[in-house]
């Protein structure tokens, strides 16, 4: 069953047509990967999805419901969470604050008046962070500022804050872009587990192809604005058509 | 105590007792001595130190948690002055109901003013506030003269209804009280050649301002406060966290605006009189300089910075040519003019100049303001082993960037 339903969706910039007429299908409890060169559209297509811009047609209907027209933060409690390319997190804030959030978020919803009681008292809220923070080896971090960190760590550590909010699609745009080879082997490992373990759907749009093929269950390869092709990673490797597009050209720079 | 952890409820506890023994400790100076003038505690000046004081610790709940920076605040403090002064007309001259209807008419318009205003961000929401406090300047200064009394400003007179009090006899000035209690009331302490005023009046602001200090204490604690200092950090990721920043910035904003009443409302139980000229927009910019020269984002900073430029305003601004003469009596003619001449211009009128050096020597030298000025000093005299954070240590490690 889909979990995600991209129906024609379209949009315009002035005169460059940056998403043609998108289909997109992603399976619930699967991973799903979105590739394409440059400018195919990609990042147009995950912003459609969240909220930061409006399709000019087309539908975007999560578990059934229609997210068009709604605000980023509603689509967010809506289950949708994501991860962004340069990792964007509360750098003037502790690590421990910047896990606490995402729990409130979850708990209370996209506004609470709580201003007298102390965060002191909210001991569930603190041993859930906690926890995400222990799972992700962060723990022993908790009281640095969480801009003083390395991109790894500041990788994870918006991982766990969208994690921490139980979202049912996880959304990652170039999550290892700018990466050193070993950062990347970890956080393609740290994905694979969150795959395992949890129950949940992933959407990423990712440039290396080794990411892409050591994580994805599909792969829709979008060019010039429309998906030229879906299928299984084994598959895509083989197309003529995809590699006369896309893999052509990136795997001389791989 | 109080909810508070150890730190905070020492931090409370100093300021309390710096507070309440203010009378003492700004009369240091023997009175008739040469340096009498700098003596600070005398009631007016006092009452004005907390008063600004709270006006600050309100501004840094806004500006110094959010980084929203409102260049309108004292139109808020001018409604809150107006409400009160209107309470003590209609109603009593006691100062509780004027208090708090300044509190809650300031926070309605706050409510407005942000509402409108908080739609942008950055400079945008700046020039907004501004322009809305200036409007309200010349809507008092002339357009609602039959409310505000225009360029002669309001006060309370012995024909005004009061309907809750007793009537006055002609010509009889009305005082303002906390039943019966009148705010001028007060007694001297003479010790040697030293006097000290107590006044009733000042203890009563003082007491408001520690409690308004110690609930900006538990907001900056709380999830609310976290909250607000994330808007400040990153308003992507809190959209993208499922966190509406909208209402966020804007209890924050009433909240402050809140604050800005009750040091209006104050002002007036303190001294009877209102005028338009209390919401020009260089009141306005007074508190952010009083914020960001005390440290903005820290908790004591705020009322260090206010007691600062107040007590410049009202202390430096008096030294006068003659005072001056008379300092520099003992050197040769030459060299005392020459003297008085460099220096003439930074005192007395000149104040805002010594205020100006003096706020670029800090924001250069000192980004977290006398607040950091006072941790280098701490640090100075601590070992370096010590692992004890200083009591705003955690404020001021999020204000760096820490590659260190």
């Known amino acids: 069953m889909a979990i995600l339903e991209v129906k024609n969706v379209g949009k315009r910039f002035g005169g460059l047509q940056a998403l043609g007429d998108v289909n997109l299908n992603v399976a619930e409890n699967s991973c799903h990967a979105i590739i394409g060169p ?42 949708i969470s994501r991860v962004f390319q340069t990792p964007e997190i509360f750098g003037d804030l502790t690590v421990m604050e910047n896990m606490l959030i995402p729990c409130f978020a979850k708990r209370d919803g996209a506004f609470r008046m709580h201003a007298i009681e102390s965060i002191k008292h909210e001991t569930d809220i603190i041993g859930k962070a906690e926890g995400m923070l222990e799972e992700m080896k962060l723990i022993e971090k908790r009281h640095m500022t969480a801009s003083s960190m390395s991109r790894g760590d500041k990788r994870r550590l918006e991982i766990a804050m969208c994690l921490a909010q139980e979202p049912r699609l996880l959304l990652l745009d170039e999550p290892t ?44 390869v979008l060019a010039q604005g429309t998906p030229l092709v879906e299928d299984t990673p084994d598959k895509i490797k083989g197309h003529p058509k995809v590699r006369e597009a896309y893999l052509g050209e990136t795997q001389d720079a791989a | 105590m109080f909810g508070l952890n150890k730190k905070d409820a020492g931090l409370l506890i100093v300021v309390a007792i710096l507070a309440l023994a203010a009378p003492f400790i700004l009369n240091p100076f023997p009175e008739g001595s040469a340096m009498a003038q700098f003596n600070a505690g005398y009631p007016d000046l006092m009452q004005r130190l907390v008063i600004f004081g709270i006006f600050a610790i309100g501004f840094n709940i806004l500006f110094g948690l959010t ?49 409108i205003s908080l739609r942008r961000s950055g400079i945008y929401f700046s020039i907004l506030t501004l322009a809305f406090a200036q409007m309200s300047y010349a809507l008092a200064y002339s357009v609602l003269t039959p409310i505000t009394g225009g360029e002669t400003g309001l006060q309370p007179k012995y024909t005004d209804p ?22 001028n009331q007060g007694f001297q302490l003479e010790m040697g050649n030293w006097v000290f005023t107590f006044n009733a009046g000042y203890y009563i602001a003082a007491v408001v ?28 990721r809190m959209n993208y966290t499922g966190l509406n920043s909208k209402p966020y910035t804007l ?46 984002g820290t908790l004591i900073g705020p009322v260090l910075g206010a007691g600062f430029i ?37 005192v007395g009128k000149g104040w805002h100049l010594t205020l100006g050096l003096l706020f670029m020597l800090v924001v250069i030298f000192l980004p977290g303001g006398l ?14 082993d010590a692992n004890a954070n200083s009591i705003e240590a955690d404020a001021a490690e999020q204000r760096k960037p820490a590659a260190e």
């Open chain 1, 177 to 220: 872009a700018g990466m050193a080879r070993a950062d990347t082997n970890n956080t393609i490992d740290l994905l694979k587990q969150i795959k395992e373990e949890r129950d949940i759907t992933i959407a990423i749009i990712e440039h290396d192809m080794h990411v892409v093929f050591s994580l994805a269950d599909r792969i829709t």
């Open chain 2, 162 to 183: 009061r309907v809750l009090d007793k009537a006055l006899e002609a010509g009889q000035q009305p005082r303002a009280n906390l039943f019966g209690l009148e705010m």
């Open chain 2, 67 to 115: 980084g929203y920076l409102s260049f309108g605040h004292a139109a808020f403090l001018g409604v809150g002055s107006y409400a009160a002064i209107w309470m003590m007309k209609l109603l009593t001259m006691n100062v509780i109901p004027a208090i708090v209807v300044s509190i809650i008419i300031a926070g309605l318009f706050s409510l407005l003013v942000g509402f």
């Open chain 2, 371 to 384: 607040v950091e000025g006072g941790q280098r000093i701490g640090k100075m005299f601590r070992r370096r």
């Open chain 2, 310 to 346: 107040k007590y410049m305003e009202n202390i430096v601004s008096k030294i006068n040519k003659s005072v001056l003469e008379q300092w520099f009596a003992f050197m040769p003619d030459g060299i005392e003019d020459v003297l008085v001449a460099i220096i003439y211009p930074f």
């Open chain 2, 209 to 236: 301002m520690l409690v308004a200090f110690y609930l900006s204490i538990r907001i900056f604690r709380s999830p609310f406060g976290m909250m607000l200092r994330a808007v400040k950090s990153n308003q992507q």
């Open chain 1, 38 to 79: 440059n400018g195919a559209g990609k990042s147009t297509l995950l912003n459609c999805l969240v909220g930061k811009l409006i399709p000019d047609t087309g539908s975007v209907m999560f578990d059934g419901h229609s997210v068009l027209g709604r605000k980023p933060y509603e689509i967010n409690q809506m289950g």
């Open chain 2, 251 to 296: 209890a924050a904003f009433v909240i402050s605006g809140m604050y800005a009443g009750l040091a209006g409302g104050l002002l007036v139980a303190m001294d009877t009189q209102v005028g338009a000229e209390r919401m020009f927009w260089t009141a306005s910019g007074e508190v952010v300089l009083m914020t960001i020269l005390g440290g903005a």
